[in-house]
């Protein structure tokens, strides 16, 4: 039931453009992505909702292929600040949502 | 807006004692989530109460573990005996709606060393 994140571990430059992938084999209500640095509580990035709706940061951006179940974070010209590592958290449709976090992608972006 | 609370930050016990920990969401927040974190893994589910209610506790060992939510607001997770396997960041969250606006709001944690 917990989805599946793609790569594990990313090192990138800054300025240098990523994407991390995440998938499930169940059907999906929607997609949380987080970001969390060493030692920190994750934090908030984007939610995504099967129908289109989004809400999330204005400098990452996210897609979702209901059909396909899988979500990407696309993290264009990226900063320093950018490293951490990141979570992509599914929920499905039921009475109480409940959501279920990914393995992480650990990003580490250098000078 | 006063974020989620957690205490105690830091706990190092031996193995087979008991432990608490606390948390006071957000105020207004219906919804409570306490996660089990493990070094280099990703949050892992314990409980979720839909105010003082328990909604999934499937993957909680309930053997050692218990949580409440009394009168609906602040939580308290308890492990009696602890493992060594329990050593872990125990993240609190809470979230106001669902939908859109279902974000996590998640608590500093706290750190547990079992020895």
């Known amino acids: 039931q917990q989805p599946v994140q793609s790569p594990q571990a990313v090192i990138l430059r800054e300025g240098e453009d990523a994407v991390i992938n995440c998938s499930s084999s169940?059907?999906?209500?929607?997609v949380h992505w987080y970001r969390q640095k060493h030692g920190e509580a994750p934090i908030f990035l984007m939610i995504?909702?099967?129908?289109?709706e989004q809400k999330g940061h204005d400098k990452i951006s996210a897609s979702f292929n209901e059909k396909k179940q899988q979500s990407s974070l696309y993290l264009t010209a990226s900063q320093l600040s950018y490293s951490g590592t990141y979570f992509c958290g599914t929920e499905r449709r039921t009475s109480y949502d409940k959501v279920i976090f990914g393995p992480g992608t650990s990003l580490s972006v250098i000078p | 807006e006063a974020g989620v609370a957690q205490s105690p930050r830091y706990k190092i016990i031996e193995k087979r004692q008991s432990v608490a920990f606390w948390c006071n969401p957000i105020s207004g927040h219906a919804t409570l989530y306490w996660y089990q974190q493990i070094l280099g893994q990703g949050p892992k589910l314990l409980i979720q109460f839909q105010n003082n209610g328990v909604v999934d506790d499937s993957q909680l060992p309930k053997d050692r573990f218990s949580a409440e939510r009394l009168k609906g607001v602040d939580s308290t997770l308890k492990i009696q005996p602890a493992k060594l396997e329990d050593s872990a960041v125990y993240l609190c969250?809470?979230?106001?709606?669902?939908?859109?606006?279902?974000?996590?709001?998640f608590g500093e944690g706290s750190r547990l060393t079992v020895l």
């Open positions: 995504l909702l099967k129908g289109g």
């Open positions: 169940k059907a999906l209500y929607s």
């Open positions: 969250a809470s979230s106001h709606k669902q939908g859109i606006d279902g974000e996590l709001f």
